[in-house]
T-cell receptor, first 114, second 118 residues
Framework: DVKVTQSSRYLVKRTGEKVFLECVQD?????MFWYRQDPGLGLRLIYFSYDVKMKEKGDIPEGYSVSREKKERFSLILESASTNQTSMYLC?????????????FGPGTRLTVL | AQTVTQSQPEMSVQEAETVTLSCTYD???????LFWYKQPPSRQMILVIRQEAYKQQNATENRFSVNFQKAAKSFSLKISDSQLGDAAMYFCAYRRERWQSADDKIIFGKGTRLHILP
């Protein structure tokens, strides 16, 4: 079974802090994704990566950056957390290339910024 | 640009009954994939069922089946014999067939929260 893990289920940070959210997958997947999930807005793509050291902006990249130094790990960074970044953050991975490209999700990190 | 619309923010169904969740999408592509994902409360999102657009036959996975109407751009999910464990947020999603650029990401609808009444 594909396993996608995220470093924390719940996180509380203060405004202005630098926040790291880590995601690790164990299936040698090419693609990795960071989404933000808010009530009534569904899932919105923040960033994704289709290879090591490669990244592409999604729909809402402002205020975020990412890092992918190793294939299995994809980090989301909030340089200076703000209260409007309070949300559920979901990481996902997929095998990439052509095909159905099913995404496998992690359990999510609920981030609260005070 | 492609869009996915789920017009029912919430639905309820009696246990053991059948329920249908609606999804419509907009695309100019002829080859693509459609998905239904399930997110139970406080649990991981998982794939329920997927459909390749070139296949006319509707996908089925146990109690879950879809009604794929390509011309109408409709992709509804039917859950038969509803169980308490089916209570979740359900997301409809679309992806074009070929992954070539940042535009080829999966597009999700806003979700339908399904309640199962005992």
């Amino acid at each position: 079974d594909v396993k996608v893990t995220q470093s924390s289920r719940y996180l509380v940070k203060r405004t202005g802090e630098k926040v790291f959210l880590e995601c690790v997958q164990d299936m040698d997947h090419e693609n990795m994704f960071w989404y933000r999930q808010d009530p009534g807005l569904g899932l919105r793509l923040i960033y994704f990566s289709y290879d090591v050291k490669m990244k592409e902006k999604g729909d809402i990249p402002e205020g975020y950056s990412v890092s992918r130094e190793k294939k299995e790990r994809f980090s989301l960074i909030l340089e200076s957390a703000s209260t409007n970044q309070t949300s559920m953050y979901l990481c996902a991975s997929s095998s990439g290339g052509e095909g159905t490209d099913t995404q496998y999700f992690g359990p999510g990190t609920r981030l609260t910024v005070l | 640009a492609q869009t996915v619309t789920q017009s029912q923010p919430e639905m309820s169904v009696q246990e053991a009954e059948t329920v249908t969740l609606s999804c419509t999408y907009d695309t100019s592509e002829s080859d693509y994939y459609l998905f239904w994902y399930k997110q139970p409360p406080s649990r991981q999102m998982i794939l329920v069922i997927r459909q390749e657009a070139y296949k006319q036959q509707n996908a089925t996975e146990n109690r879950f089946s879809v009604n794929f109407q390509k011309a109408a751009k409709s992709f509804s999910l039917k859950i038969s014999d509803s169980q308490l464990g089916d209570a979740a947020m359900y997301f409809c999603a679309y992806r074009r067939e070929r992954w070539q650029s940042a535009d080829d990401k999966i597009i999700f609808g806003k979700g339908t929260r399904l309640h199962i009444l005992p």
